[in-house]
C-alpha cells in the first residue's frame, strides 16, 4: 500500500496596504521612517524631517505596509490634468507587496480625480513595474 502525498493548503494573501491619515504620522513614524531613510538618501529636496512636517501638514501621503514598506504619494495638479506621483518607496519584500500597493494608490489616484499615476524614481523601477512606461522625459538640474 503505498502512502497518499499530503496536500498543505498554504495561504498566499495578499498584503495590507495602509494608507496613513495625517493625524496618524507621528504615531506611525518610528516604524516608517527607517523605510523611508534609503530612498531620502539618493535625493534632496527632502530629508526626514521635512518629509513628516509635509505628510502631517497633508501635503504628501504615506501608505504602507507593517514591517515592510512606506510609500509617499503627492496629487499635482496642472492646467490640464491630476496626476498621482509616487515620490518616495522604500521596504523589503518589494514583490509581495508592489502589486497591492500601486492598486490601493492607483484607486485613491482615480477617486481624487487623477488621470495618472507615475512614479518619480531610479532607473530600475523600470524593470520592478514594466506596466509603467518611461515618459522620454529628462530631468535636468543645476545648483544654485
Known amino acids: 500500500m503505498s502512502a497518499l502525498p499530503v496536500m498543505l493548503h498554504v495561504e498566499h494573501s495578499e498584503p495590507r496596504v495602509e494608507f496613513v ?3 496618524k504620522i507621528s504615531e506611525r513614524w518610528d516604524e516608517v521612517a527607517p523605510h523611508l ?3 531620502l538618501a539618493r535625493q ?3 530629508t526626514l524631517e521635512t518629509l513628516k ?3 502631517i501638514r497633508g501635503e504628501m501621503m504615506l501608505w504602507e505596509v507593517r514591517g515592510e514598506m512606506a510609500m ?4 499635482q495638479v496642472f492646467p490640464a490634468e491630476r496626476i498621482c506621483t509616487i515620490v518616495l518607496c522604500g521596504g523589503t ?3 509581495r507587496w508592489k502589486r497591492a500597493a500601486l492598486r490601493e494608490v492607483a484607486a485613491y ?3 481624487s480625480g487623477c488621470t495618472a499615476l507615475q512614479i518619480v524614481g531610479r532607473r530600475g523601477w523600470t524593470r520592478a513595474v514594466p506596466e509603467f512606461q518611461p515618459t522620454g522625459e529628462v530631468v535636468l538640474r543645476a545648483s544654485l
Open 53 to 55: 512636517a509635509s505628510l
Open 72 to 75: 509617499v504619494t503627492q496629487l
Open 93 to 95: 519584500n518589494l514583490d
Open 21 to 23: 491619515p495625517f493625524w
Open 109 to 111: 489616484a482615480k477617486a
Open 37 to 39: 531613510a534609503r530612498p
Open 44 to 46: 534632496s529636496a527632502l
